[in-house]
Structure formats: C-alpha cells, structure tokens
C-alpha cells in the first residue's frame, strides 16, 4: 500500500480557502488518489477522487502534480460546518490494494468564526 | 437504497459478555468492510470481504473476533468474550468496486463495562 503523509490538524476562519496536501512518494503507476471526509459520530463520506491534473466537484477540488507523488485537496470558503477529519486514501485495482480500503491518521480541519 | 445499515446503535455490555454487531450493506454491493474507531488508534480495517467471501481479517485483533457474511444482504461482527477495551465505535461500510465510492454506516457504539 502507498504510505500517506498529512498534516495532523489546521485551523481556518469561515470564508477561507483551505488546502490540505497529501504526500505518497511511493504511488503506483495505477493507483488512484481518494479524499474522505468525516464528521463526530458519523462515518467517512467520499468527496472526491481523481488519478491526474484537476478534478473537480461541487464539494471540492483536487489537484494532482504530473509526478503524482502529491495531491491537494481544496475546499473553497469554508465554513463551520466543514469542520471534519479529511483522509487521504491512495489505491489502485492493478496492485489490489484499492480493494483494502484503508484509512491513515487523517487531517482535523477546525473552522471557527 | 437506505444506505448501509448497522445495529444496534448502542450497545452497552459487561466484561465477558457476547456481543453482535449486525450490517446490511447497500443492495449490488460486492465488497463490505468492517472497521473500529477509537481515538487512541483512529479508524482501523478489521475485515472486508468480496462476494460474501473474506479477503482479508489481518486487522482481526484476535481470536475473540469473528465475522460472518452469510448472503450479500447481511454481516456480522462478533466479539466472544467482550473485554472493556473493545469499547469503539464500530462502522460498516460496502462499495461495489475498487477505486469506486464507499459507503458507511451510522456505527455501532459499543461500551464494555
């Protein structure tokens, strides 16, 4: 499985862009990257995946340098009720591990006013 | 699809008791995942299976958990004997495929007294 790298935490104000990146040195050529979000008490939610370049969705965006070793989850004027744990998940079918959906320590986003 | 489905959503045991915890994934599914989420040791993969088969329990603490996917419609999780630090938030969550959205359940809260 390609090992991931994210900040512990970061603090935004409401209205800010908030980018949060990911390192996976080891990516495959095959793997995909995939972005979950989870609130208290709930369990993750898909925001948004993508292989290269940009993708973007109505939730977020996510950028992708062509070496692939990075990714960028962007979260334009949040508010306070973005506040979640952000993880970044990378996998392909190629290497299987795309099957073993399996979660890092994550990213705690703590929006306040 | 009412999504994934887990029970109880409480569970409050004593020490030494049997514990099951119930999961109906969404209909088409083809893979399920159990996990267990705990502040010291964030969210952890226990077991998934594919096509009601078990791909993977190497996050299977030990001999105490079981899981069982008897028809593409139900899981469960057992604990045998319970012990106070199985206390967790326990989630199911099923995708039909790598590199495709996964879906989880509300949780099942389970303290161990």
Redesign the interface.
């Known amino acids: 499985l390609a090992k991931t790298t994210q900040p512990i935490s970061m603090d935004s104000y409401e209205g800010q862009e908030v980018n949060i990146t990911c390192s996976h040195n080891n990516i495959a050529t095959n793997d ?1 990257i ?1 972005w ?1 979000q ?1 609130f208290p ?6 925001i948004i ?1 993508g292989y290269k370049t940009k993708v973007t969705n109505e939730v977020a965006s996510l950028f992708i340098p062509a070496d692939r070793k990075s990714s960028t989850l962007s979260l334009p004027r949040v508010s306070l009720s973005d506040t979640a744990v952000y ?1 970044c998940l990378v ?3 190629a290497t ?1 591990t ?9 990213t705690r986003l703590q929006v306040t006013l | 699809d009412a999504g994934v489905i887990q029970s109880p959503r409480h569970e409050v045991t004593e020490m030494g008791q049997e514990v099951t915890l119930r999961c109906k994934p969404i209909s088409g599914h083809d893979y399920l995942f159990w996990y267990r989420q705990t502040m010291m040791r964030g969210l952890e993969l226990l077991i998934y299976f594919n096509n009601n088969v078990p791909i993977d329990d190497s996050g299977m603490p030990e001999d105490r958990f079981s899981a069982k996917m008897p028809n593409a419609s139900f899981s469960t999780l057992k604990i045998q004997p319970s012990e106070p630090r199985d206390s967790a938030v326990y989630f199911c969550a099923s995708f039909s495929g790598p590199n495709t959205e996964a879906f989880f359940g509300q949780g099942t809260r389970l303290t161990v007294v």
């Open positions: 995909y995939t979950y989870q008490s709930q369990g993750p939610r898909f995946q993880y996998g392909g079918r299987g795309a099957s073993k959906l399996t979660f890092g320590t994550g």
